[in-house]
């Protein structure tokens, strides 16, 4: 049997089931089931990228990356899962945070729809590129 | 005729032309000889003479009018040669001016395009000086930026505390949902 079902057609199967409050380890099991199926084993990163984009689009839920010099506060996250609620448009927010020191300072955060660059860095190379 | 003049001879020799010595016998004779040779060269002699005196006066007639007329000619031939003269001389003065006109004009021509060229050429060099200066400023620049901005990296990493980034990055975070 040939079968023939879309990555998107995939993400859109798991977040509603999600949704529905299915156990995962089922959901897991006919995910894999699907993507051995329509030969896709490779594809997995880019079916999760695709259901995050539509957990986002959904307003459920955006996963985003967050990278700073320095450790964030706990008055900092909350306010910025706060802030990435209403900047988004979703209900929650689930923080990824990871520590790079060549930002020199300032934020940037990465969702599946959405970047911002606030880091000095980033500032610096648009002074150096601007200039050109 | 000849008898009657023999009587007549006779007739006179009684009379008073002896007195003039006069024989009329010979006289008559020459007088005779005299007309036959008359009679001769006018039959004989006279005509070929006139007919030849003649054609030499109408050859020296012709050859007059002849003269006359080459003269003529030769005037008329001068008076024109004179005539082409004049007006070639006049031609070559007008071809001369205009020449002299042409060269005149050809020279400020080349003076006005040397001029023209040299201020193209000047123009050229200040306009590629100003695209060089421009460029050298704008590599300047660059250069520069590159080194404040390495500069103001060296300078943060090492003075910007946490409590600094911390505000930096609170204030990004509020700026978010603008």
Known sequence: MNLSISRRQLADYIIEHLVKGRPRHQLSKSVAAALIATKNKNQTDLLMEDVAHELENRGLLAHAKVTTATQLTDNLRRQLKHQLKKAVGVKNVILEEEIDESVIGGIRIETANHTWDKTIARRLADIKGGVR | ?178
Do not use: C, Y
């Open chain 2, 1 to 178: 005729m000849l008898a009657t003049f023999v009587k007549l001879a006779e007739a006179e020799s009684s009379s008073g032309l002896e007195a003039f010595n006069l024989n009329l016998k010979s006289f008559g004779f020459q007088l005779i000889t005299f007309i036959i040779v008359l009679l001769i060269i006018k039959r004989w002699v006279l005509p070929p003479l006139t007919k030849t005196l003649e054609e030499r006066r109408q050859t020296l007639e012709k050859s007059l009018v002849q003269a006359k007329q080459t003269e003529e000619t030769l005037a008329r031939a001068e008076e024109q040669a004179g005539t082409i003269l004049h007006k070639t001389r006049e031609q070559a003065d007008v071809t001369i001016a205009e020449a002299k006109n042409q060269a005149r004009e050809v020279l400020s021509k080349a003076e006005v395009n040397a001029q023209t060229q040299a201020q193209r050429i000047l123009k050229e060099a200040e306009v590629q000086l100003a695209q060089e200066r421009a460029k050298l400023r704008d590599e300047l620049k660059v250069e520069l930026a590159g080194l404040v901005t390495e500069a103001t990296e060296k300078v943060l990493k090492s003075k910007l505390s946490a409590a600094a980034d911390r505000q930096l990055i609170e204030r990004s975070i509020k700026e978010l949902a603008r």
